[in-house]
């Protein structure tokens, strides 16, 4: 395609990423080394005839027209990044040289609420991914076994939880654990314990985000590897089964080769979507227990204040978590790039 | 011997499949059925056989079901105006998305200049990013142009920012169209854009359904930048039932929050019944050329 046509082809798609993308980062990270302005002060004198006072208040005209002159704030460098809110340098250094050992420090830097959320982030991501990789997997080894007749119906119930919006799967669940819900009533009978609460205890909470986590993500799995299984190759089943290859070996030494591609597709989209998680913590009110990094941010721009600088510099920080998370993939893309050229 | 044993084997499978199928569709039949009783039976605290029954329910109303949850939120709450908001933002998400979507995905994949990779790797990295993060980019512009809180700015927002992804799908759908099918249209005189129109859309028709279908999903259930982006009364339902809810737990009205859940989860089951093979089309897609 011509270099001309090339461009007016794109250029709607390109000026939208542009003005509503691109654009937006810089000013995020302009945002995250600016502060807001203090407001500036003034002190007059107010004498009367019981004598003479100093007051000081705020001269109005003097910060709007600081405001005005430098609407993105007082630049601060990166003070906002050190600060206790995001990475806590100060505290960090405190922490490391007082803590023991490795694990008291982190837990006692996982009361700072970056981090708190940069662990919940992490723990999410890595527990929910391979966990829909495997459950994924095994539902599409048995659909695959099962009468054709079934499938389609199997299929159409399997969808329902990755495409319900996840705010509103996340409520649905939390109304069903709730102590006086289903769920939660089944729990305290199995435990035997009437005042047990799930939504009382921060390991629980957790494990609550996982459970609902996994359970959103698995359709995406299933559904993917069980395209994939449709275009195993049948010659190379019939010779293991020749060769004495029982189920298990098939799978391992056939299936699994097959699917690879497949795999690492299918990690690097939920290594991205799990990054991400947020819905769940609102729908579940967990945010005393557990905190994300796109939680904070929401955090921080809702409410009355808000409190664009932080936000912004939390924003630009879980960039650089993405980017940090997706690199082995650009490198290959790269790679494969240069080998079709 | 090994006739029982496969069978015992596919005994084992299909268990787990209905498992499967129960832990997937269970919660929302669950939460469809009680919605439709009173509070005291939806949570029951003496007994959860009460939320099948409807005991309090039918002392009540003197009927096992009641329509009093949708009364309130579709009625007295208003809901309908945030379902009309949601129906005016997804359609202009959809139809802007798929315009400009289509000529962009078009051009990357008839193109092999350096910069096609480029622009793609690009919307990659974006389509990594969580939305949230461009937000505090967007609220001080638009706070100052006025343009903060309407459903315009929020429906070119959700464009923009899912057009990686779409770029993403219709590229590998336009991937599987020969090119040789444009060069025959431009041979008989076509310019460039009369063998996309004429010529190749017609083709990539139901690559471009399911694309929208996929930019519907990602409108309709957003809730993090609709939530900051749109002002009270703009509200779509997902950012409203959010709003609902940290008021009904004070209040009691729990039911008005269920029905209306379950009113926002309708429209998905409806598109999953009829579209439920271009969605696992659409679900491969990205994979089986990725």
């Known amino acids: 395609m011509k270099h001309r046509t090339f461009f007016w082809f794109i250029l709607p798609t390109f000026l939208a990423m542009l003005i509503f993308i691109f654009l937006p980062i810089i000013s995020v990270i302009l945002q995250s080394v600016h502060t807001s302005h203090e407001n500036v002060l003034i002190t007059v004198e107010n004498c009367d005839p019981f004598g003479c006072k100093k007051v000081t208040s705020i001269d109005q005209n003097a910060t709007k027209n600081l405001n005005q002159s430098k609407p993105l704030g007082k630049f601060v460098g990166l003070d906002i990044y050190f600060d206790r809110g995001h990475l806590a340098i100060e505290k960090f250094k405190l922490l490391w040289n007082n803590s023991e050992n490795i694990f008291s420090f982190i837990e006692s830097l996982s009361n700072l609420p970056f981090y708190k959320a940069v662990f919940f982030t992490l723990t999410f991501t890595f527990t929910v991914t391979p966990i829909m990789l495997l459950l994924g997997l095994l539902i599409a080894l048995g659909v695959n076994s099962i009468s054709k007749k079934l499938r389609g119906i199997v299929i159409f119930f399997s969808l329902l939880p990755m495409i319900v919006t996840p705010l509103i799967g996340s409520i649905i669940l939390f109304w069903m654990i709730d102590s006086r819900g289903i769920i939660g009533n089944l729990i305290q009978w199995l435990l035997n314990d009437p005042n047990l609460s799930l939504k009382a205890s921060t390991s629980l909470t957790w494990i609550m985000l996982i459970v609902y986590g996994v359970w959103h993500a698995i359709p995406f799995s299933f559904i993917v590897f069980y395209a994939g299984l449709q275009t195993v190759p049948r010659d190379q089943l019939e010779s293991a089964k020749i060769d004495g290859a029982n189920k298990f070996e098939e799978i391992i030494y056939i299936i699994i080769p097959h699917l690879m591609p497949l795999i690492t597709f299918v990690t690097l989209m939920q290594l991205m979507d799990n990054f991400r998680v947020f819905e769940p913590i609102v729908g579940f009110s967990a945010e005393a227990h557990a905190t994300s990094l796109s939680w904070i941010i929401f955090n921080d721009l809702g409410g009355e204040t808000r409190q664009l600088s932080a936000a912004a510099t939390s924003s630009i920080l879980t960039i650089i978590g993405v980017i940090i998370l997706l690199s082995p993939v650009l490198l290959r893309t790269w790679k494969d790039f240069k080998l079709k050229k | ?290």
Not at chain 2, 71 to 79: P, S
Not at chain 2, 88 to 104: D, Q
Not at chain 2, 171 to 181: A, C, G, M, T, V
Request: glycine letters at 6%.
């Open chain 2, 1 to 290: 011997m090994k006739k029982t044993s496969s069978n015992r084997f596919s005994i084992l499978i299909y268990s787990f499949i209905i498992i499967w199928v129960f832990l997937a569709s269970f919660p929302f039949f669950w939460t469809f059925w009680g919605s439709f009783k009173v509070e005291l039976d939806f949570f029951s605290i003496s007994n959860w056989y009460n939320a099948v029954t409807g005991k309090n329910t039918f002392d009540t109303y003197n009927s096992q079901f009641t329509g009093a949850g949708y009364e309130g939120i579709w009625v007295q709450e208003e809901f309908w105006r945030s379902f009309v908001n949601s129906a005016i933002v997804c359609f202009f998400v959809v139809l802007t998305s798929l315009t400009i979507g289509t000529l962009g995905a078009y051009a990357l994949s008839r193109s092999n200049y350096k910069y096609t990779f480029w622009l793609l790797i690009t919307a990659l990295i974006f389509r990594a990013m969580p939305p949230i993060t461009l937000v505090a980019g967007y609220l001080p512009p638009f706070f100052e142009w006025n343009i903060w809180g309407i459903l315009p700015t929020t429906i070119i927002v959700l464009v923009s920012i899912n057009q990686p992804f779409t770029l993403w799908m219709l590229h590998s759908f336009f991937q599987n169209i020969p090119k040789e099918l444009d060069e025959s249209a431009k041979v008989d005189g076509c310019s460039q854009f009369q063998a996309f129109r004429h010529v190749i859309i017609p083709v990539m028709w139901p690559g471009v359904i399911t694309t929208g279908l996929f930019s519907f999903l990602l409108a309709y259930n957003d809730f993090a930048v609709t939530s900051m982006l749109l002002s009270d009364e703009n509200r779509t339902m997902i950012p409203k039932i959010a709003a609902f809810l940290g008021t009904t737990y004070t209040e009691g009205n729990i039911m008005f929050a269920v029905a209306a859940v379950v009113s926002a989860t309708v429209p998905l089951f409806i598109l999953v019944m009829f579209f439920q093979k271009k969605i696992v089309s659409g679900l491969t897609q990205g994979a089986v050329k990725g």
